[in-house]
Nanobody, 126 residues
Framework: VELVESGGGLVQAGGSLRLSCTAS????????VGWFRQAPGKEREFVAL????????DYSASVRGRFTISRDNAENMVSLQMKSLAPEDTAVYYC????????????????????WGQGTQVTVSS
């Protein structure tokens, strides 16, 4: 599975962005997908997760209520709609695909994900 993120950029605090993750490979629809982010000097953290059929999602406490993850398996795409952005959301955002197909549990740790995109920069100005 190859993943490519897009949609990052510079936005003012309170603004919105929509990130997309486009995948290649026939197995994409069988794996859970996560969005992670990494700010300078900080560890990579999970932001949002979605299971293989889109029926289950999870969010970190810092983004819950502001971000929405969704997927379209027919288009091999996962999106992250981000609203009410704040400077602390500034980071490189990565999408990642679970190493195990049809995993029943959403995994918030990076080591569960075998496939990663190159990342897209999101910068929120105050």
């Amino acid at each position: 599975v190859e993943l490519v993120e897009s949609g990052g950029g510079l936005v003012q605090a309170g603004g919105s962005l929509r990130l997309s993750c486009t995948a290649s490979g026939r197995t994409f629809g069988s794996v859970n997908v996560g969005w992670f982010r990494q700010a300078p000097g900080k560890e990579r953290e999970f932001v949002a997760l979605i299971n293989w059929n889109g029926g289950i999602t999870d969010y970190s406490a810092s983004v819950r209520g502001r971000f929405t993850i969704s997927r379209d398996n027919a288009e091999n795409m996962v999106s992250l709609q981000m609203k009410s952005l704040a400077p602390e959301d500034t980071a490189v955002y990565y999408c990642a695909a679970d190493r195990r197909a049809y995993r029943a549990v959403l995994m918030p740790t990076a080591d569960a994900y075998a496939y990663w995109g190159q990342g897209t920069q999101v910068t929120v100005s105050s």
